[in-house]
């Protein structure tokens, strides 16, 4: 119907048609996409409905209602109050929460931690380090968004070494000036918010030695260039990326022994959470996928042959840290031919848990610079689903979730333990204070120092939400 409509208000007395034609199919192609998207989410989750029949019978029909991804918590509340009522009651309890509350404010414990939400600050880059050193721009941006009421934040990539470094304006953590500049951000975190901190460990591989992400991304520098490694010499882009060198079983103990280095600083910096990056083409990425990986030794070939190296890592730095938990950052698809499959993934998975991973951060893409993803709203959500149910492991999804409504839908139908949010917290550090406010959830912590705002916020949201009929 909506097609109809909107195909007779662009042909209605036009005097060129085939304008009006194409007019028309540039306003309705972005609607037939995304309902090919809520078909395919609809399609999947029937065809694997067997993945979900370990859920409690109010969390399976929930996860049915909402698996399109069309509809999600608060159109479920407009629809049957009652239903979500009940939904909300049975999540707090299960998580011995009182009261009930929107389930992005349900708390969540991982190995002694506990975090007062389920907002996290996804790893974002500031290409503002030198010599790998956090400063002033880092306090300052990571602590606005812990102020800001997430219950995790996490730190951008932080490089194992100088040659790990993606640009010359990466943070690092292989030294003792960069430990203690963490450890005033850490304590800073600690002492001015409820947020906890994960230091996000990587190494650049392949794609290092380029410029900073708003200059020219993933190219070279244009001088002050260092050597790169891979699991195997193909270049990142070809004919432009100097060919990385194929790494020696000798580089492989090495950046073992930088990781469990790096991990023991984080230790001793404060951190409450270490995440091991293993994903969007970097130094361990591209051992997992087939496209980067070429080895003719133990360390490539089959799925086990390609986990073999990032596993070896991973026992090391758990080994290093042994009581906090560890997330790993896996590229769930490379979106491209030839990739990681979906079976590999589940594989790559258990392993990575029989391993001591506590829990899984999936993420997608940017293993080649011919990927093609399909972008949408929280897009790479299903790869969380289908690790969390089908390997039984916490997962946090990321991707293109950015309003209070995603992150409800997807904890209460049991999608992933945790959202993910990046872009969205550039422009709002208190993302998850102004969330809390327009959902009334007066249980969310708030600075002192920010709380004459509290009452404001939520006395014009709610007017402006009168002014809109949305209450
Ligand atoms: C400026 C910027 C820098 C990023 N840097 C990192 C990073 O250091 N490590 C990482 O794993 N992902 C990084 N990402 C990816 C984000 O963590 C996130 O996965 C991605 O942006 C999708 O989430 P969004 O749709 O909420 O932005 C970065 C994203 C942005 C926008």
Redesign the pocket.
Known sequence: MEDAIALVAKTAGAADVPAALAAYQEERSTEALKLQSAARNRMRWFEDVARYTRLEPWQFTYSLLTGSQRIGHANLKLRDPGFVADVEARLAARHRAAPPRPPMFLPFELRGMTLENRIVV?????YSAEEGVPNDWHLVHLGARATGGAGLV?T??TCVSPEGRISPGCTGLWNEAQREAWRRIAGFVHGASRAKLCL?L?HSGRKGSTQR?WEEEDRPLPAGNWPTMAPSPLPYLDGISPPPREMTRADMDLVIAQFVASARYGLEAGFDMLEV?M??GYLLASFLSPLTNMRQDRYGGDIAGRLRFPLELLAAVRAAWPDRPLSV?VSSSDWAPGGLTEDELLAAARALKAEGADLL?L?SGQTVPWQKPVYGRMW?TPFSDLVRNVVGIPTIA?????EADHANTIVAAGRADLC???????ADPAWTLRAAAEQHWSGQWWPPQYRSAQRQLERNLERAAQMTGAV
């Open positions: 996804s790893p974002m880059a500031q996490f951008e990539m996000q990587g992400g990056h994903a969007h950052r951060d993420s790479q990321v991707g293109n979730i950015y993910a949010l990046a872009r969205p917290h550039l």
